[in-house]
């Protein structure tokens, strides 16, 4: 006996391909990918060498409230928002404003004021063209990636490279390490004493020129015991 097709039948839905958010595998432990399953998204982890997460063609550098101080005063964070002009929508989520006090002013935070902190969230705007978004905690940052994912913009290339330093700008960035010392600065103690070797060498006085009473601290910093 033939089997009777009905053409006038309804052909079954094809279930919905659920969104993909791209993780960087630096991002195994954090408890924003557990957050971001339980809402129906599929995770990619790989290696990437610029942002933490790719969501279809926007990256996204991800910290939280510490993290995100530290990397100001490390200087790390200038680097990595450097990286993330690679890509033409870019985002930074600043997590955990119900955690923690992203700055008060009746006191510092790890050594910075206030201002240091607002002035460096202008930078990021103004300088960088990064758009900021604070989250309460992981579970709200991880609903916004999921916002962000079911938007389906269009797919982004995953080539993004590490920005290479040449010798001069290598050499700067070993002096920028020391604190209250920025990018004009460390020109001006390269331009001055030609080395680093020179400049760690070099007496208070003859630092002071340069860095006023911030040579005491560098001293101190070069002479110390680990």
Do not use: C
Not at 40 to 45: S, T
Not at 84 to 107: A, H, P
């Amino acid at each position: 006996m033939k089997t009777i097709f009905n053409i006038f039948a309804k052909k079954a839905p094809k279930p919905e391909e659920k969104p993909m958010i791209t993780i960087d595998t630096r991002e195994r432990n954090s408890l924003v990918i557990s957050e971001i399953l339980s809402l129906g998204v599929n995770v990619n982890l790989q290696t990437l060498k610029v942002a933490d997460y790719i969501v279809g063609d926007v990256a996204i550098e991800r910290k939280t409230i510490s993290d995100f101080i530290s990397s100001m005063i490390n200087k790390r964070l200038l680097r990595q928002l450097e990286e993330l002009q690679q890509y033409e929508n870019r985002l930074l989520i600043v997590e955990g404003i119900d955690e923690q006090d992203l700055y008060t002013d009746s006191e510092n935070v790890k050594g910075m004021h206030p201002n240091s902190i607002r002035g460096f969230l202008l930078s990021i705007l103004l300088n960088y063209k990064v758009p900021i978004i604070f989250t309460k905690d992981y579970a709200d940052t991880a609903r916004f990636l999921s916002v962000l994912a079911r938007k389906k913009p269009r797919e982004m290339s995953l080539k993004a490279k590490k920005k290479a330093f040449n010798k001069k700008e290598q050499m700067q960035i070993i002096l920028e390490a020391f604190p209250g010392i920025g990018p004009k600065t460390s020109k001006k103690l390269l331009k001055e004493f030609k080395t680093i070797k020179s400049v760690i060498n070099s007496s208070e006085e003859k630092l002071k020129k340069i860095l006023g009473k911030k040579a005491e601290i560098v001293k101190k910093i070069v002479e110390e015991e680990y």
